[in-house]
């Protein structure tokens, strides 16, 4: 009688290691396809970070252009000013 006891408790513990083992198995599939669907939203976001690098430096590129139009135009009518009160001027 002590052996089927013995018996039945050793197939109980193991009938709950074994449920153990099927839960953990299930997590981990779980947890796998979750890191998958995360890595798929990083490598959107590594996409979409390149593109938005690539917009910013072109955005740079007029606008340091703009900047070098803006000194230009700056220069020029400074020179006009410079021309126009030497113009005015009776001394001249």
Request: hydrophobic letters at 40%; one cysteine or more.
């Amino acid at each position: 009688m002590q052996s089927k006891d013995r018996f039945d408790q050793i197939d109980f513990r193991l009938d709950r290691l074994v449920g153990a083992v099927l839960t953990l198995a299930e997590s981990v599939i779980f947890i796998k396809d979750d890191l998958s669907y995360l890595k798929g939203i990083v490598q959107q976001q590594v996409l979409m970070t390149q593109e938005q690098t690539a917009c910013l430096g072109e955005l740079k590129a007029v606008c340091q252009h703009q900047a070098e139009t803006a000194r230009r135009q700056a220069e020029t009518v400074d020179r006009l000013i410079a021309h126009l009160l030497s113009a005015q001027d009776p001394r001249s």
